[in-house]
């Protein structure tokens, strides 16, 4: 388990005038709160990404059996007199699937899908999460009064991740990115591509939620591959940036220490 820390020297906000304080301050929780977002996407990503595996072909071929198995019976229980045999057959053998399938999944086994989405979920969420803190950032730099270091740590931050933005719209405006279209719904230029995975040196390959070992990749507005990894090194440079803003501003009260 990821456990990021963060250490507030004070419970309020000082030298501040009291409006300003509070919107500051407000603006320091909601950041606080999209990074136990993606401390928790983090953890359950490993977790999914290490526990997720493809079905064995001794289990493809059991479960193979026994839809066999249920249109065999299926097919000597009843026949249509206004069907071929072959119709008869496809009818029975698609009615075998389904219930074979309806009895793993009352079993408390999920489908396939939606197991080998988790993994893809979780990598969203710290994706967004990030992207959020980043916007929060922004924001709480443009109020006045605050430190300068705010604004270096939104540019570090921008650095550290350079892709993020991109990938985050991409990812989240997939309306637009599946039919090749750029933020203003013109045809993507596509770019070269070279991830490790995919090659394609003359460009034309448009990639959408990819995931290439723990890096999280599609094609973003400018035809280019872009990635972010899903790490806890990614966070804890985050975490770095967040302790440094915390750190520029003048408290009052006693410290406080997160997570509980």
């Known amino acids: 388990m990821y456990i990021f820390e963060l250490a507030y020297p004070g419970t309020w906000l000082d030298a501040m005038d009291r409006d300003k304080a509070w919107q500051a301050n407000n603006l320091l ?45 299926g097919n000597s229980v009843g026949m249509q007199q206004d ?19 309806r009895g793993k999944w009352e079993a408390g086994n999920w489908p396939s899908q939606y197991i080998r989405c988790q993994v893809f979920m979780y990598a969203k969420c710290f994706v967004y999460s990030i992207d959020s803190i980043s916007k929060l950032i922004t924001e709480l730099s443009k109020e006045p009064g605050v430190p300068p270091a705010v604004s270096q740590q939104r540019d570090v931050l921008n650095t550290l991740i350079p892709a993020l933005r991109d990938v985050r719209d991409s990812a989240h405006h997939v309306e637009d990115r599946g039919r090749g279209l750029d933020r203003k719904k013109q045809p993507l230029k596509l770019k070269p591509v070279d991830n490790g995975v995919v090659r394609v040196p003359d460009g034309g390959a448009l990639l959408l939620n990819c995931l290439n070992g723990n890096r999280f990749g599609c094609t973003t507005a400018d035809g280019q591959y872009g990635e972010v990894e899903v790490s806890a090194a990614s966070l804890s440079g985050v975490r770095q940036c967040i302790q440094a803003i915390i750190d520029s501003f003048t408290w009052m009260g006693p410290p406080r220490h997160y997570p509980d």
């Not at 069907?83 to 399938?101: D, I, N, P």
């Open 29 to 73: 929780m909601l950041i606080e709160s999209q990074f136990t977002e993606a401390a928790v996407a983090l953890n359950l990503f490993e977790v999914t990404r290490s526990a997720g595996r493809p079905r064995t072909r001794p289990e493809r071929e059991g479960d193979g059996l026994a839809v066999r198995d249920m249109t065999l019976l």
């Open 83 to 101: 069907l071929t045999g072959s119709e008869q057959f496809e009818r029975t053998w698609y009615a075998a699937q389904v219930a074979f399938k």
